[in-house]
């Protein structure tokens, strides 16, 4: 971290996408607003959709249009069944794609669950100036992408450079 660059708090929205959880058993979802709200963010909205690829970009795509969420999570729907969609859902609305996120998150899940770790189709990229992060939905992948790389991606301390410092520069042509 760098102390002489000031913390700069982000507009993240949430998104759980199950066909089963609620407001009272999304414990990814939690977890999330917990952690985030704790690193002293704000939750610009938090939402549970059914594993549907147009509810699902309907939701982001209100967020990515919206210049005041700068961040959008969205936890589920990135593993390999038929339901599965987050991934098809969100690529289309990416101008850029992070490949190194899901890289990373499926190295670092490797090293806490092996080769589960394979399941995941983790990733990242940016639409219309929004950071955009897909993980599983497992409350334990919620810490791992969080605590390991998209807390510090947010933070506008961590050296050398994040994600965070960029923002203003995304929409350049």
């Not at 199950?18 to 610009?44: I, M, P, W, Y």
Request: glycine content about 8%; hydrophobic content about 35%.
């Amino acid at each position: 971290m760098s102390k002489s660059q000031e913390f700069m708090p982000l507009n993240i929205a949430v998104l759980t996408v199950s066909d089963t959880r609620t407001e009272e058993n999304d414990t990814s979802g939690k977890t999330l607003v917990e952690r985030l709200t704790k690193e002293g963010h704000t939750v610009a909205e938090k939402l549970i959709v059914p594993d549907d690829i147009y509810q699902i970009r309907v939701a982001v795509s209100r967020w990515i249009a919206d210049p005041k969420v700068h961040t959008v999570v969205t936890t589920g729907g990135t593993g390999v069944t038929g339901r599965d969609g987050t991934p098809e859902a969100i690529e289309v609305l990416l101008d850029k794609k992070l490949e190194g996120f899901g890289e990373l998150f499926r190295y670092i899940s490797y090293q806490e669950i092996g080769t589960s770790s394979l399941h995941s189709r983790a990733l990242a990229g940016v639409a219309n100036g929004t950071y955009i992060f897909c993980v599983p939905g497992s409350s334990g992948a919620c810490r791992t992408a969080w605590d390991q790389i998209i807390q510090l991606q947010l933070d506008s301390r961590t050296s050398p450079c994040n994600f965070a410092e960029m923002m203003h520069r995304l929409l350049e042509t």
